[in-house]
């Protein structure tokens, strides 16, 4: 059995064996666990404009997520812990690191597509609310509404004033704690 003890921390995968440790997270609780398909979890967008986050318990990834990027809005996808390690601490944790993220990006709105059994967990604990107007859909067998989040703004959040050298940062970068450099 892999040790996975220690401290919660979460990265932005920025290389390879980062993206598989999100990857091998996801095949278990989604293919292992949830069963579903191969190409109804892996859809073409994990290497083409997504933004993978990886909580990992010591140095053992445990759970995983990712963010693809739309004028205007956020999209949380994937949100996946390990069963072992499902107390609610990891996904708090995953969530901190994409709402920290995003809003420093500029984002003000992260937009879920929730299991709707789901959806009261992330009212609580992320902030969701169902998007009235919004009709749910089917996918795999379950019904998923659309859900909003609202973020505060980001201290340091990026915009097109931002001096040149915040806009050189790397992702994984910009999701650590020190705030941006900025023009000297
Ligand atoms: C969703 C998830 C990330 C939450 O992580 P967590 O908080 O550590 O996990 P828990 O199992 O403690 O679930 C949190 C709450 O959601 C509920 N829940 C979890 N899965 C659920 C499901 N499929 N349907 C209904 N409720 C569910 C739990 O009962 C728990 O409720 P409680 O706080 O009232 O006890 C984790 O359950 C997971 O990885 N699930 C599989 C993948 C998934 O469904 N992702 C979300 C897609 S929208």
Redesign the pocket.
Known sequence: MGEASGPISVTVARTLDQWMQAMAVRTE??IG??DYAFGEEFDGADLAGATHFIARLGVEPV?ACRVRWYAGFAKLER???KRA???????RALWRAVADLASRKGYALVL????R??L???Q??AGFEPRSTRPSYWFAGREFVEALAPLARHPYAIDIESPANALLVCEAELSAPAPLRVAS
């Open positions: 609780v989604y666990e949830q759970g949100v996946a812990v390690h499902r107390s609610g601490h990891v996904v879920g597509h929730i299991e059994s789901l009261p967990f992330w609580r604990s």
